[in-house]
Nanobody, 120 residues
Framework: QVQLVESGGGLVQPGGSLRLSCAASGSIFSIYTMGWYRQAPGKQRELVASITSGGGTNYADSVKGRFTISRDNAKNTVYLQMNSLKPEDTAVYYC??????????????WGQGTQVTVSS
């Protein structure tokens, strides 16, 4: 069993910053790609950013230049630094990890989500 626990969400004014964290724990042998997704009310879940085990990154066009994804492989943790936040960034943010477990299976796992609200 693998668990992903997110933290760092909250209420911030436009132009402000937040840093999200997601720690994976449990029966982990290795983690491949980790990513952040978000889902706003009435919209589909979308990819915000992802990072491979080797550090390769990918960003949605809407967040390029404002958000930075990083990871600490020793801690099985992924981060999302969000700067210059806009009201349209308001959403529930979910962490995802592609995990190879100690029992030999491989699948994606999701965190419970953390709310980010950008409002004055």
């Amino acid at each position: 069993q693998v668990q992903l626990v997110e933290s760092g969400g909250g209420l911030v004014q436009p132009g402000g910053s937040l840093r999200l964290s997601c720690a994976a724990s449990g029966s982990i042998f290795s983690i491949y790609t980790m990513g952040w997704y978000r889902q706003a009310p009435g919209k589909q879940r979308e990819l915000v950013a992802s990072i491979t085990s080797g550090g390769g990154t990918n960003y949605a066009d809407s967040v390029k230049g404002r958000f930075t994804i990083s990871r600490d492989n020793a801690k099985n943790t992924v981060y999302l630094q969000m700067n210059s936040l806009k009201p349209e960034d308001t959403a529930v943010y979910y962490c995802n990890a592609d995990v190879h477990t100690r029992v030999g299976t491989r699948r994606g796992y999701w965190g419970q989500g953390t709310q980010v609200t950008v409002s004055s």
